[in-house]
T-cell receptor, first 116, second 112 residues
Framework: AQKVTQAQTEISVVEKEDVTLDCVYE???????LFWYKQPPSGELVFLIR??????QNEISGRYSWNFQKSTSSFNFTITASQVVDSAVYFC?????????????FGKGTMLLVSP | NAGVTQTPKFQVLKTGQSMTLQCAQD?????MYWYRQDPGMGLRLIYY???????DKGEVPNGYNVSRLNKREFSLRLESAAPSQTSVYFC???????????FGPGTRLLVL
């Protein structure tokens, strides 16, 4: 069975602080994909990034960056200079092969609260 | 291009009532999914449809049925609602295996 662990249930920071959200996964697949989604207070799920298991390069998109380390089975997400609009629940997810087809397994999410 | 749409947005049911949640996508995606989201549990897969004409159980299928009506539409039916089915339901779709899943806005269901 595959598993995604987001050990931080809730994080509170003050605006402009940097914050890192941790994601650790378990899988027996050699080829897999990892994802991050954002769920703001309005409730929709917004796709942030998709990364395959063969690409360990870090990725940066504006204030967001992702650190993928296969050796530690981690795919951590950092927000630099956080803003109030970053307040949301963030989910890490792992693609999973099931009966010849892949589905997503989600972590339980980390709630990020950024206060002014 | 509306993406993934869901109806209704909110519904209140009494225990034992039935209802169908509707989902449609206009992205010509092959695969569609139904998840439920409960506090502290993340998203759990109920059913999925890898392609038109096929459906498979996910992690928590009990109490639900699905129909892949055509390539665009994937409905979720509760035959006899129970308070344990109070949840937020999300539909998602994607073009192919390992591709990104895109989610609808969700349906908030309250079963009394």
């Amino acid at each position: 069975a595959q598993k995604v662990t987001q050990a931080q249930t809730e994080i509170s920071v003050v605006e402009k602080e940097d914050v890192t959200l941790d994601c650790v996964y378990e899988t027996r697949d050699t080829t897999y994909y990892l994802f991050w989604y954002k769920q703001p207070p309005s409730g929709e799920l917004v796709f942030l990034i998709r990364r395959n298991s063969f690409d360990e390069q870090n990725e940066i998109s504006g204030r967001y960056s992702w650190n993928f380390q296969k050796s530690t089975s981690s795919f951590n997400f950092t927000i630099t200079a956080s803003q109030v609009v970053d307040s949301a629940v963030y989910f890490c997810a792992l693609s999973e092969w099931n009966s010849g087809y892949s589905t997503l397994t989600f972590g339980k999410g980390t709630m990020l609260l950024v206060s002014p | 291009n509306a993406g993934v749409t869901q109806t209704p947005k909110f519904q209140v049911l009494k225990t034992g009532q039935s209802m169908t949640l509707q989902c449609a996508q206009d992205m010509n995606h092959n695969s569609m999914y139904w998840y439920r989201q409960d506090p502290g549990m993340g998203l759990r897969l109920i059913y999925y449809s890898a392609s038109e004409g096929t459906t498979d159980k996910g992690e928590v299928p009990n109490g639900y049925n699905v129909s892949r009506l055509n390539k665009r539409e994937f409905s979720l039916r509760l035959e006899s609602a129970a308070p344990s089915q109070t949840s937020v339901y999300f539909c998602a779709s994607r073009r192919g295996s390992q591709e990104t899943q895109y989610f609808g806005p969700g349906t908030r269901l309250l079963v009394l």
